[in-house]
């Protein structure tokens, strides 16, 4: 149980263009989702939470223009990198924690890896 | 914010000794103490956790210790296996925030 899948699991993309990465839930309801943001042999850095119904909370630092994080539905969130340049290249990876049995504990996703050329 | 320190940042040991990675937190409203596993270009898996009414907890090779005065838990592996090279992540949470704050990692490699 508690399987947290992504879509796509790599994208290349022109510098410009807009990339939209999916994060769902499988097996369980998600109150809670959070994006992370992974550059090479480095650590993951919380990017923004995001509850289901509500505006997402971004950490210092992190545009929410350029970073939009949508959580429509207790198993589905999606991040959109607006206008992305090569410098947001990076491994950005999901996770999601839930409702009673599961409760604090954050699954991750497999993650998905973008390339701004 | 959470300030969290891990070391060491790389590790070697020979297959069958034991490891030892220290994680020291300054939140005092951290309460909940996981460590992960990531192997190279996958996600991280916890690999055990512990929560902050408790001072030691063991599953099989692998144990996580946590002294919530000095705000420092350790994770030990036992017995290393060449399987168990990977960078292993701290990421303590205040769990009214329910946000993880990630070390920096330790590079275990374990030389068969």
């Known amino acids: 149980g508690a399987v947290v899948s992504q879509h796509p699991s790599w994208v290349i993309c022109k510098s410009g263009t807009s990339v939209k990465i999916e994060c769902r839930s499988l097996d369980f309801q998600a109150t809670t989702m959070f994006w992370y943001r992974q550059f090479p042999k480095q650590s993951l850095m919380l990017m923004a939470t995001s509850n289901e119904g509500s505006k997402a909370t971004y950490e210092q630092g992190v545009e929410k223009d350029k970073f939009l994080i949508n959580h429509a539905s207790l198993t589905l969130s999606t991040l959109t990198v607006t206008s992305a340049h090569p410098e947001d290249s990076s491994f950005y990876i999901c996770?999601?924690?839930?409702?009673?049995?599961?409760?604090?504990?954050?699954?991750f996703g497999p993650g998905t890896r973008l390339t701004v050329l | 914010g959470e300030n969290v320190e891990q070391h060491p940042s790389t590790l070697s040991v020979q297959e069958g000794d034991s490891a030892v990675i220290k994680c020291t937190y300054s939140d005092s409203a951290s309460n909940y103490f996981p460590w992960y596993k990531q192997e190279l270009g996958k996600r991280p898996q916890l690999i055990i956790d512990i929560r902050s009414n408790v001072g030691e907890k063991k599953d099989q090779r692998i144990a996580v210790t946590l002294n919530k005065t000095a705000k420092h838990f350790s994770l030990h592996i036992t017995e290393t296996q060449p399987e168990d090279s990977a960078v292993y992540f701290c990421?303590?949470?205040?769990?009214?925030?329910?946000?993880?704050?990630f070390g920096s990692g330790t590079r275990l490699q374990v030389q068969p």
């Open positions: 996770s999601a924690s839930g409702l009673a049995g599961i409760g604090d504990t954050q699954y």
């Open positions: 990421a303590p949470m205040d769990t009214g925030r329910r946000a993880l704050t």
